[in-house]
């Protein structure tokens, strides 16, 4: 690779930023409602849900949740 083009692709790298990571979400009680890109912060959650309708409801379609390192009891 050139000088030139490292350059340019570091320079475009910089204006565009890098894409921030989603926000990191605790729930604190059944029925918490998510949309879009949402991460639920790592850990481990006791969460009564005595109507069984979920601790976590993505609330629109495309909602993606990253539960990376989340159990749920």
């Known amino acids: 690779m050139s000088t030139f ?5 570091h320079a475009a790298i910089v ?3 890098v894409p921030e990571a989603a926000p990191c979400v605790r729930p604190t009680r059944a ?3 998510v949309q879009g890109e949402v991460r639920i912060c790592p850990g ?3 969460i ?3 109507s069984e309708r979920g601790v976590i409801i ?5 909602t ?3 539960l990376t390192g989340v159990v749920l009891e």
């Open 44 to 46: 481990r959650y006791r």
């Open 58 to 62: 993505a609330a629109s379609s495309g």
């Open 64 to 66: 993606r949740i990253d």
């Open 5 to 9: 083009f490292l350059v340019v692709l």
């Open 15 to 17: 204006v565009a930023g």
């Open 48 to 50: 009564a849900d005595p």
């Open 31 to 33: 029925g918490t409602q």
